[in-house]
C-alpha cells in the first residue's frame, strides 16, 4: 500500500511508508499494488566486476560487486571518462559519446584504449546508424544540430560530416540567456524520418511551450535532406518533459521514448498528509516529492500530447496505462489543458530515477527471457530523501506489450540513506554476443555484461 498515495486521505503514517527505506525493491521499480507482476524466470547474484590490471583507478582500486543475472559475468571493457550514449559499429567498434570532451570515441572490438573518432562537437549525445541509398551513416546529435558522417571502410569518416538538422534550441539560444537545463539532444530514425526530442529548459514552466520549436516536445525532419531548420521541423507529439531515450521498437514503425518527470511537485488533494492539522493541497511537501510523480516510457502517439507540464501520471491503478492529472502550480483548474483528455503513460518507473539510454535487445544471440525486452538506464535521483534509480531495468516483452520494469542491474549504490554511490548508469547497447554493453557516466566506464550461454 505504500506507493497508492493519491486513492485516499494520506496520514502521516503513510506518508513515513512512503519514503520508508527498504519497503520498495533495490531500486524502487517494483509495481505499485494493482501492476502487472512482471515475469521471474531470472534472478540476480552479486557478481565481482573483472577489472584489467591498468584500468583499476577509482572506483575500481578497490573490488566493486554489481547484482547481474545470475550465470552472467560483468568485465571493464574500457575506462571512457563521461561515458554517455553507445552504438556498435558493424565491425565490433564500440562508439561512446562524451559530452563534457565534445567528443565521439572508438573502443576496439573486444575492449582497449578509447581512442577519439569525433572531436571539437558541441556536447555530442545519442548515436544512431542507418543505411540511405546504399551508404551507412553515423548520425550524431548535437544540442544545436544533428549530423552524419558516411562510413569509409567501416568506420565513419570525421571529414565528411554533413549537417541534417540545424539551428536547435541551445543554451546560446537568445530567449533562454545561456540557461537550458536540458539542452542534449537524443535521436531516432525509422526509414526517411528523423526524430529530434527538443527537452524543455526549465522544470515546468509553460513558456518552453511558445518556442519556435517547442520545448518538451519530438520532432521529425526527413533524413536525408541536408540543412533543414530545426524550426521548421514537423510537431510529432509534445508534454514530454526531457524524452532522453529515443528508440524504434523492432519489427515495427512505433518510437518509443524514455522520459525524465519534473521535480518538486506539489500535493494534489485535498488533505493532512504530514500531521499539523492544515489541509495541505498545493504544499511542496518532501515525503510526498519523494515518490511522485512517475517516470515515464512512452510509446509515442503522432500527434500526442502527454502532458507535461499541466498534467502527471497517477500511479493509484499501476504502472501500466496510467493516467493523467492536474498539476497544482501549472494548471489547477484545469483550464490550460484538460487532463482526462490526455495521452496516458504506456509504462511508469519510480519517481526520479531518472531513466536516459532506450535499447530493445533483440539479436539471435539474445536468450529468453531477454529477446525482445527494453532496457533502460537509471541514471539516479538527486531530490529524494535517498536514492532511487542508479539501475539497468529490463521492460520484459509480454503478449500484452512491455510489462513493469524490473531490476537487471544493479549495485552502484552502497548506501542510498547517505547518498553513496560510485557510479550511474546511463545507455546500453546490444553486443555481438547477445549480452550488453553498459555505460556509467559517474565512473567513466564501458562494462560488457555477458550472459550465460
Not at 544533428?146 to 571502410?153: D, F
Not at 541551445?170 to 533562454?176: I, Y
Not at 520484459?396 to 520494469?405: D, I
Request: net charge negative; charged share 15%; proline share 10%.
Amino acid at each position: 500500500m505504500h506507493r497508492r498515495w493519491l486513492t485516499a486521505p494520506l496520514t502521516a503514517a503513510l506518508l513515513t511508508a512512503c519514503t520508508t527505506p527498504g519497503t520498495t525493491p533495490s531500486d524502487g521499480n517494483g509495481p505499485p499494488t494493482g501492476g502487472t507482476p512482471p515475469p521471474t524466470d531470472f534472478t540476480l547474484a552479486p557478481t565481482t566486476v573483472t577489472v584489467p590490471e591498468g584500468l583499476r583507478s577509482a572506483p575500481f582500486n578497490v573490488p566493486r560487486t554489481l547484482n547481474v543475472p545470475s550465470g552472467s559475468r560483468v568485465r571493464v571493457l574500457a575506462r571512457v571518462p563521461g561515458a554517455r550514449f553507445l552504438l556498435v559499429l558493424p565491425n565490433g567498434d564500440v562508439l561512446v559519446s562524451q559530452p563534457g570532451a565534445g567528443q565521439v570515441a572508438r573502443i576496439p572490438a573486444g575492449g582497449g584504449a578509447p581512442t577519439p573518432l569525433l572531436t571539437n562537437l558541441r556536447k555530442p549525445h545519442d548515436l544512431v546508424l542507418a543505411t540511405r541509398g546504399g551508404t551507412t551513416y553515423l548520425y550524431v546529435s548535437e544540442t544545436h544540430r544533428v549530423a552524419r558522417y558516411p562510413l569509409v571502410n567501416g568506420i565513419p569518416n570525421a571529414s565528411a560530416a554533413q549537417v541534417i538538422v540545424a539551428n536547435l534550441p541551445d543554451a546560446s539560444t537568445p530567449e533562454l540567456k545561456g540557461a537550458y537545463g536540458h539542452e542534449l539532444k537524443n535521436i531516432a530514425l525509422d526509414g526517411d524520418t528523423l526524430y529530434v526530442a527538443i527537452a524543455s529548459a526549465t522544470n515546468a514552466d509553460p513558456a518552453d511551450l511558445a518556442g519556435t520549436p517547442k520545448r518538451g516536445a519530438v520532432y521529425a525532419y526527413n533524413a536525408d535532406t541536408p540543412a533543414q531548420d530545426g524550426p521548421a521541423g514537423r510537431l510529432v507529439a509534445q508534454g514530454l518533459r526531457n524524452a532522453e531515450g529515443l528508440a524504434i521498437q523492432p519489427g515495427t514503425r512505433d518510437l518509443w521514448v524514455a522520459v525524465n518527470n519534473r521535480d518538486n511537485v506539489a500535493f494534489p488533494r485535498h488533505a493532512d498528509i504530514d500531521g499539523d492539522g492544515s489541509d495541505d493541497y498545493g504544499k511542496v511537501l518532501q515525503g510526498f516529492v519523494d515518490n511522485y510523480p512517475p517516470e515515464e516510457l512512452i510509446r509515442v502517439r503522432d500527434g500526442g500530447n502527454y502532458g507535461w507540464p499541466f498534467c502527471n501520471p497517477n500511479p493509484d491503478g499501476g504502472w501500466l496505462n496510467m493516467p493523467l492529472e492536474r498539476d497544482v502550480q501549472t494548471n489547477a483548474d484545469g483550464s490550460r489543458l484538460d487532463c482526462s483528455s490526455a495521452d496516458r503513460v504506456t509504462v511508469g518507473m519510480t519517481a526520479h530515477a531518472a531513466p536516459l539510454g532506450l535499447t530493445f535487445w533483440t539479436g539471435a544471440s539474445v536468450p529468453a527471457p531477454f529477446q525482445g525486452a527494453a532496457v533502460v538506464g537509471q541514471h539516479g535521483s538527486w531530490n529524494r530523501t535517498s536514492f532511487s534509480g542508479h539501475a539497468f531495468v529490463l521492460f520484459p516483452n509480454t503478449a500484452g506489450g512491455l510489462g513493469p520494469a524490473r531490476d537487471l542491474v544493479t549495485g552502484f549504490v552502497t548506501d542510498a540513506v547517505n547518498k553513496v554511490r560510485w557510479g550511474r548508469p546511463v545507455d546500453a547497447a546490444v553486443a555481438p554476443d547477445g549480452g550488453l554493453y553498459l555505460s556509467d557516466d559517474l565512473s567513466g566506464t564501458v562494462y560488457h555484461l555477458q550472459l550465460p550461454q
